[in-house]
């Protein structure tokens, strides 16, 4: 074959820039650590998300020292959870899958991008260094509300972050000289135990308790009031533990109008 | 002068005419939806509800990429067999009857897709007719069986235009024994051996999958299968687009140009190697996919980046043949020959800008392939710059140039408006690159592709430089000037049409290579050979990730039903809330 | 005449994209044109093309293509 | 249609030295548009996907 000699420079230039493309992309991956979507985790028949220990209920959780879980469902036309709310300054892996058609879940400004098929299960870890919001959106169309389909991802300070939930009841009614008794239940997703305090109020009446709750558990707390000091009628509560609080009402009623209104407490 | 196309060949020339008419009606279609689309996106000018809006880019895709560009091309390569092999068909019926299926074909599947329009669109084979799944219909969103039916059919059809020119060449071979195949003929036959090969995989995926799916003779599927065979097709089918503009610059480019192609046996190895190279690669498009491990993703880029070597040789190989045009043209100097090159002629200066923007939109496409990379772009507005600037530009700019040098020659009349043609390709080149250029840069910021609105309540894009607004102006403003632009186009083409009573005054012969055919070697012409190492490379490059994807979740995926995707947004909005509604309680 | 309508065309076709493109490029070194200077910019190169184009030659004038 | 030519040139006598000037300047621009692509939009627009440090623990 002749080959013009400007045109074998050229070939070898050539050659030069694709193996250099391939050296860049390879130096990305072994050199960065720049790691692919692929194909380690199972598959989940979409009709079994709901009964599934991960998908059933979508959130986040913390897997090791440093080290979160996002389970994120995509669905016409939202993301669960939503928001998404994760801890700067750790490794958060997202796994995403959809429950119905192919979705995308990509958020702007970020590499943060991958498809979310029914039946597989993306898995892409990630790593925020400050804290702020991001918005969430579906890059692939997936039906008529497709423009719609958005979420957020919070990103917190690692010292505000937590995975705390508070929860509290009383009774709604109690006859004077009853005690009001308030059931606070504290339950800590991280693994560190949590340290803090429990705040609570009735009417006027202020409850203090120090807590420790070990990682992965919950703990209850409860503070009794003296229906009589607070005397008849509606008193407000709330219970406060860092930045969660719950509130309520409870009302002590008469003990005719109790009788009359009997059987409302079963 | 030698005799004109029409006149040496009346019978082959009206298929060509057909074809074209085909491809120009999609044209002119597939550009109104893009400036709806255009004005839509950016919300300058809304006036098609937002659902609608996604009828309206099925329609741009479907219509642009699959009517347009294929209908061009049967045409145009039907020319370049007959013109080159100076021999019709075996059996014009046969012809004509390939062309009917593509026609009927896409008939069937604009029907389904414009029926999106309608408010109560009719039923059909046992469901609503629309298809409004876009053009990669990814199942499980479901579109009419008669969109599937279409497309299938027009498949069909370009299979049996692949054969027929085999059948030609075959005929040819026979009373021509030992001869080397003509340049033009031997584009077609790679080109075909390409499409064979790569549309294997949509066809199953249609076939096998999704028909039978949609019309519930099977009940489930697997998505990623069927998006994994699509993509086989699918960056195959991007070659298939560009393949008739690289015909159209190896043969007729240098001639426009003044001069000779630079090397013949440069241009069968860089057909040759589209032929090897572009099915093997289609998992580039699947990067961020979860089911496919990493090893095959990293296979498939590199695959790619060595399908960058024939765009790299073709960039000098036509270069060079402009300049030798230039040169004989009296052209001095390292960089004045440019100026002794035709720009008054708009067909040639129609490629030379259409190879300009390919060679730069190329760039983009290595940032696609660039595997990891692909997570800055992958479905952002990026992609569609990327698409504009290849098969918008690089192809379609090539065709309509190559249109004002061929349809004289097919209909025996002067084209019309010489000046306004020239007009007409230097607009579209600056349509273009003000078009792209914003898609570019919002795809950067991270906009998505494939929405009726990228403006989210929860969130703003950060734009660094200038302001979302400015962008949006820019890309409507460049959808405009393309739009405007091929109406010019349709306008010109009508006019020439019926500009009867007129001799053309195009000089129809093609000048021999500079290097031809008998400095390369015969192997090349072996095309049986290189068709084995295709498939061979095919099977090397998909057979285990395939294997992979079914030993995971099954051939059929697990119980995966159809969602058809109905224009009552509500409803489906209503589907979301109740699963809310059963996880909250 | 300078140069031939054609290339003149193309001229001010290729300004144009040199001036999107570039204004994109300075950009990434933090040199931001705002969109009405970079319009008043497009005019006064268009302008300055077509002046220089249509300016007589002096002595005989060349008609190239 | 235009095509003027006022001299016949061979293959063997023609340099294509103009081509392979401007295909060094598309050289050089594909290089300098690949870094900056690479390592300035792509590596600066974090966060990217990584692998975890510890992959085993979790499997």
Redesign the interface.
Known sequence: MRIHQYEKIWIAGAMILIVGFIVTITYGSVGLGITMIGDEEETIAPDELNDDEQFGEPRVEQVGENEYAAYVVAQTFIFQPDPIEIPANNEITFYVTSRDVIHGFYVPGTNINAMAIPGQVAELTVEFDEPGEHGLICHEYCGSGHHTMEGLIVVQSEDEFDLTELSAETPDTVAPGEQIQLNATVENGQLEPLETTVNAEIGDQTFQQDLTVDGKSTQNVTFTADSTQLGVGEHDWTVTVDDYEETGTVEVVSNETDEQAGGDES | MTALFVDEYPAEARLVKAAFLSSFIAFGIGALFGIIQALHRTDIFRFIDSIKYYTVLTGHGVFLVIAFTIFFLVGLYQWAVTDSLERGPVDIRFTWFWYGLMAIGSFLAAISILAGFLEQPPMVLGAELRANVLFTFYAPLEANPLYYIGLALFLVGTWLAGIDWFRTWWAWRDENPGERIPLRTFMVLTTMMMFFLGSVGVIVSILVFILPWSLEITESLNPLLTRTLFWFFGHMIVYFWLLPAYLLWYSVLPKLSGGRLFSDPLARVVFILFVLLSTPVGIHHQYMDPGIAEGFKFIAMTNTMFLLLPSFLTAFTVVASMEHGARQRGGEGRFNWLQALPWRNPAFTGMALAGLVFAFGGFTGIVNAGMNINYLVHNALWIPGHIHAQVGTATALTLMAGSYWLVPQLTGNRLVGRQVALFQVVLWFVGIVFMTNSMFRAGLVGVPRRTAEPQYQGFEYDVPVGSMGELNAQLALGGTLLFISAMLFLVLMLLTVFNNDSEPIVDGTLPPALSGPEDSPQVLDNLRLWFGIAFALVVLAYALPLAGIVAQSGLFGQDIPPFPVSSEAVMYLEFGLDYVGALVT | MHTSPAKLLILIALSLVILVEGRTVLAFFGINIPPLETALIGLVIIATLVIWAIRPLRGSPTKSE | ???????????DE???????????I??V???L??L???F????G??????????PV??G
């Not at chain 4, 023609?14 to 060094?24: A, E, F, H, K, R």
């Not at chain 4, 627009?45 to 510890?54: F, H, R």
């Open positions: 249609m235009g095509s003027r030519v006022s001299r016949e040139i061979g293959h023609y340099d294509p030295w103009g081509t392979l000037s401007l295909i060094v598309y050289f621009a594909l290089t548009m690949w900056f692509t690479y300035v939009e792509f590596i627009n974090t966060p990217t996907v990584m692998g975890m440090i510890v623990m979790l």
